[in-house]
Structure formats: structure tokens, C-alpha cells
């Protein structure tokens, strides 16, 4: 089945202690991207990447990390999560931009709280 | 970066009614996307409609480029519509993808 995964789906944890959270997907895709939706701001886009070892910044990328060694992952990463970071990220992938029918597909989404 | 706007921000709609979503951008697009987030999160694909005009069962989009603007058509709603839809677009200066705000659709049997 066609998929984007995430984990994990809910993390608790701490001001200053690192964490990442994971994303795969199966379908080959070349574009991946994170988001993070806060109440009455829809989804903002955090970083991106066009393939394998090409990321740029999105609209709100303070504070996060990303890599892009394989094509199917896109880890994010937050070095010292403060409690401003508590939202609900969502990973995405498509085909490249550029290369005609592209539709992004979305993770389930990981809830992530930092007290 | 691109601005994204829908409206209206919140609808009520009894069963069966129809309704009509609207996305304004501030720019010409690449790619429009609609997405229907359930009440579990999930962010579900509707349409990929840069342009034109697609129809799938009881919703329906269309896209005006050249004036910016898309709308989704719901008809007939039903209690599982119920949820937030957003707009989604990538400006074709770049390859950045921005939201609206959504539309939160509640349909009350």
C-alpha cells in the first residue's frame, strides 16, 4: 500500500532534550516535506527537500533540523525543543515539482507536546 | 511567499444541503491541491486542481487560474463531511507550498 509513515504519533517530552521525529515513504517519490499546524494558522511549511541530500527552508524553520540521505526518508529534527514547537507535524511527499501531475501525500501526523 | 485565503471560516450545514468553498491566492500557481482533514487529524486528498474543473461523486472543483481563485463544491452533505478543508498551493516562483486557514464544515443531521 501506497504510504507516507510517521513516528512516532504522540511524544511528550522535555525543554532541551532532542528528539527527531521519522518519516518514510514507498512510492519513490523525489519531493518531501514537513508542515506544522497550530490552531487557526493552518499548515506551515518547516523545510523541503527535492531529493537526496537537496533541502531548503520553508516559511518556518527555526529551530528544526532536517536530512536527506535516502530517498524514502526525511527525518526532522529538533536539537532543543522549546515549548513554541508544541504542534502537530505532518510529513508529505510527491513527485518533483516541475514534472507535471504532483499531488502531495500526507503522513497521519505526529501530536508532539514539549513542557 | 504567497497568500492564501478561504472563506467562509466556519459553515453549519443541515444534511443534505449543498455548499460552496472558496480559496483566493495572491499569485499565479503551479499546483492547487484540496484536502479534507477528519476529525481524526487525517489529511485526506480531494482534488489536484492547478485549472479547470473535476468531479468526483458528490464534490466537485474548479479552479480559475488567471483570476486566482478555486472552489469546491459539496452537494448533498452528509455528517461525514464534517471537518476541515484546506487550500493548498505552490507558487510558480518556487517550490514552497502554502495553506489557507481551512474551512471548518460542520453538518448536523
Known amino acids: 500500500e501506497a504510504q507516507v509513515t510517521q513516528n512516532p504519533r504522540y511524544l511528550i517530552t522535555v525543554t532541551g532534550k532532542k528528539l527527531t521525529v521519522t518519516c518514510s515513504q514507498n512510492?519513490?517519490?523525489?519531493?518531501m516535506s514537513w508542515y506544522r499546524q497550530d490552531p487557526g494558522l493552518g499548515l506551515r511549511q518547516i523545510y523541503y527537500?527535492?531529493?537526496?541530500?537537496?533541502?531548503d527552508k520553508g516559511d518556518v524553520p527555526e529551530g528544526y533540523k532536517v536530512s536527506r540521505k535516502e530517498k524514502r526518508n526525511f527525518p526532522l529534527i529538533l536539537e532543543s525543543p522549546s515549548p513554541n514547537q508544541t504542534s502537530l507535524y505532518f510529513c508529505?511527499?510527491?513527485?518533483?515539482?516541475?514534472?507535471?501531475?504532483?499531488?502531495?501525500?500526507f503522513g497521519p501526523g505526529t501530536r508532539l507536546t514539549v513542557t | 511567499g504567497i497568500q492564501v485565503e478561504q472563506s467562509p471560516p466556519d459553515l453549519i450545514l443541515q444534511e443534505g444541503a449543498n455548499s460552496t468553498l472558496r480559496c483566493n491566492f495572491s499569485?499565479?500557481?503551479?499546483?492547487l491541491q484540496w484536502f479534507h482533514q477528519n476529525p481524526w487529524g487525517q489529511l485526506i486528498n480531494l482534488f489536484y486542481?492547478?485549472?479547470g474543473t473535476k468531479q468526483n461523486g458528490r464534490l466537485s472543483a474548479t479552479t480559475v487560474a488567471t483570476e486566482r481563485y478555486s472552489l469546491l463544491y459539496i452537494s448533498s452533505s452528509q455528517t461525514t463531511d464534517s471537518g476541515v478543508y484546506f487550500c493548498?498551493?505552490?507558487?510558480?516562483?518556487?517550490?514552497?507550498?502554502?495553506f489557507g486557514t481551512g474551512t471548518s464544515l460542520t453538518v448536523i443531521p
Open positions: 493548498a498551493v505552490e507558487a510558480n516562483t518556487g517550490n514552497q507550498f502554502y
Open positions: 499569485d499565479s500557481v503551479n499546483n
Open positions: 508529505a511527499s510527491s513527485l518533483s515539482p516541475g514534472r507535471g501531475y504532483y499531488e502531495q501525500y
Open positions: 512510492m519513490n517519490h523525489e519531493y
Open positions: 527537500s527535492m531529493n537526496v541530500e537537496v533541502t
Open positions: 486542481i492547478p485549472s
